[in-house]
């Protein structure tokens, strides 16, 4: 296993493991309290979430994310979220309603078609 992305949350670390799932690249999250269990790593309260594969992926899995970095993950995350005109609440893509308000998601507001 090699670490291939040190993230600054684990929200981030989860986005890039998806990245990676997306090609068929298993990955592995590793955060303070995981490597405390494995007892490879001092875990520590600075310690962050990274992103690991298999020794054969890191290659691939270095590509992706050096895509993503360039340009990818903002454009990737505003793809993925809006908000909502009347609260402002952030939602994922896959809601087509405010879960706070009820309100409905505006279509106009997607320049990026
Ligand atoms: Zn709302």
Redesign the pocket.
């Known amino acids: 296993m090699q670490q291939v992305y040190s993230s600054r949350d684990l929200a981030e670390a989860h986005f890039v493991k998806g990245l990676l799932d997306m090609e068929e690249i298993p990955a592995t999250i590793q955060s303070g309290p995981l490597q405390a269990v494995l007892g490879s790593i001092p875990a520590s309260p600075e310690t962050l979430p990274s992103v690991w594969v298999d020794d054969s992926d890191v290659d691939r899995a270095m590509e992706i994310i050096n895509e993503m970095k360039h340009g990818g993950l903002a454009a990737t995350q505003a793809k993925l979220t809006w908000t909502?005109p009347?609260?402002a609440?952030v939602m994922e893509g896959q809601f087509s309603r405010?879960w706070?308000?009820g309100?409905s998601r505006p279509e106009a507001t997607s320049s990026a078609v």
């Open positions: 909502c009347k609260c609440e405010c706070q308000c309100t």
